[in-house]
């Protein structure tokens, strides 16, 4: 069966490339106008992905996006007019999984969503691969516990909302524990994007992460930061 895309797009003719483009692709495209559309559409019936315009007027991509995070972690790409780093970063923090600012060649989106959907087909990590369950913090009270094979980290009896993104983060971390790795290096495993990717795709992600598996965020000593050359992950 073909995978299912939900475009939404409120100018019609980039709507109607993207479509004909996806199409030959192979995906069973959708069509929203709106913010609240796309909301809609999603609720009825969830797409496998998206690709999301930010600015659609009274419901904004901002808006779809924290939406849709409310209950699933669907692979979505957003696109916008803006380059600005506030809005990029905010795209971001809502929960969009990757970027691609207009005007843009459908190409580049194509190339995206291919690696989005790799990802979310549950592929072990570039690394060499470890065991499929892993402690990361042995909190006697809520440990930490990355199950690669079936694509879930818990903490205690808790499993944790990661996005695909996220958990594909946290697999390369933990697959070289004490081992730093530089931004490019997470692109390259992570978002497979090569030399046209960009580092605050990572410290965006590294940040949503942090918020979801360390106990204190603000004081992180799982996910670390190692000054001047990018993340490495501690063992507790």
């Keep these: ?23 030959d692709e192979g995906y069973a495209v959708d069509e929203a106008v709106s913010g609240e ?14 690709v999301l315009d930010l600015m659609l007027g009274r ?52 190339a995206r969503l291919r690696a989005l959907r790799r990802r979310a087909g549950g592929s072990t990590p570039s690394s060499a691969a470890g065991p499929q369950e892993e402690v990361l913090d042995r ?24 996005t695909v993104t996220e958990f594909r983060l946290l697999c390369e971390l933990a697959a070289v524990p004490g081992r730093v790795l530089s931004r490019q290096d997470l692109l390259e495993r ?5 030399f046209f990717g960009d580092e605050r795709l990572v410290d965006v992600h590294i940040r949503r992460l942090r918020t979801k598996v360390e106990l204190d965020p603000s004081a992180p000593r799982l996910v670390v930061t190692v000054r001047g050359l990018g993340y490495r992950l501690d063992r507790q």
Excluded: N
């Design 190 to 194: 992570v978002w497979q994007h090569g």
């Design 37 to 50: 559309e796309a909301c809609s559409l999603v609720d009825a019936s969830p797409p496998d992905v998206m």
């Design 139 to 162: 909190h006697p009270a809520a440990p930490l516990v990355l199950r690669e094979a079936s694509g879930t980290v818990h903490r205690g009896d808790e499993q944790l909302p990661l």
């Design 1 to 23: 069966m073909a995978p299912r895309l939900l475009v939404v797009e409120d100018d019609d003719h980039i709507r109607t490339a993207l479509r004909w483009a996806l199409e």
């Design 59 to 110: 419901m904004d991509g901002y808006a779809v996006v924290r939406h849709v995070r409310r209950t699933l972690d669907l692979p979505i790409i957003v696109v916008s007019a803006r380059a600005d780093t506030h809005d990029i970063v905010a795209a971001l923090e809502a929960g969009a999984d990757d970027y691609v600012t207009k005007p843009f060649q459908v190409k580049e989106i194509t």
